[in-house]
């Protein structure tokens, strides 16, 4: 099992990214899949999370409201983080994870396997 968080950058502010987190072998859908942020010298933090097709609701924390979505393609076996109107406290490492159950919902109880993580880096 492998998750692969990707996408990160240099970017000013205002402006856009895109992460994706694709999976190896297990298929996306079955999972609730998380995003989380680190920024330097700070905790991590959940951003966003999307269910399992089962369910298929997701969230964003208020901090990101309006500005991230998070999204799935089934067919690349691929969960996206649109990130829009970047700010400078968006800087952080971001990581995608994969809820430990089958068919859970947001958020998991807990999650199994993380992302190697993906640096975002937005300057003012």
């Known amino acids: 099992v492998q998750l692969q968080a990707s996408g990160g950058g240099l970017v000013q502010a205002g402006g856009s990214l895109r992460l994706s987190c694709t999976a190896s072998r297990f298929a996306l859908d079955y999972y609730a899949i998380g995003w989380f942020r680190q920024a330097p010298g700070k905790e991590r933090e959940g951003v966003a999370c999307i269910s399992s097709s089962d369910d298929d609701s997701s969230y964003v924390v208020d901090s990101v409201k309006g500005r991230f979505t998070v999204s799935r393609d089934s067919a690349k076996n691929t969960v996206y983080l649109q990130m829009n109107s970047l700010k400078p406290e968006d800087t952080a490492v971001y990581y995608c994870?994969?809820?430990?159950?089958?068919?859970?919902?947001?958020?998991?109880?807990?999650?199994?396997?993380w992302g190697q993580g993906t640096l975002v880096t937005v300057s003012s």
């Open positions: 994870a994969r809820g430990r159950r089958p068919g859970d919902s947001c958020p998991p109880l807990a999650y199994d396997y």
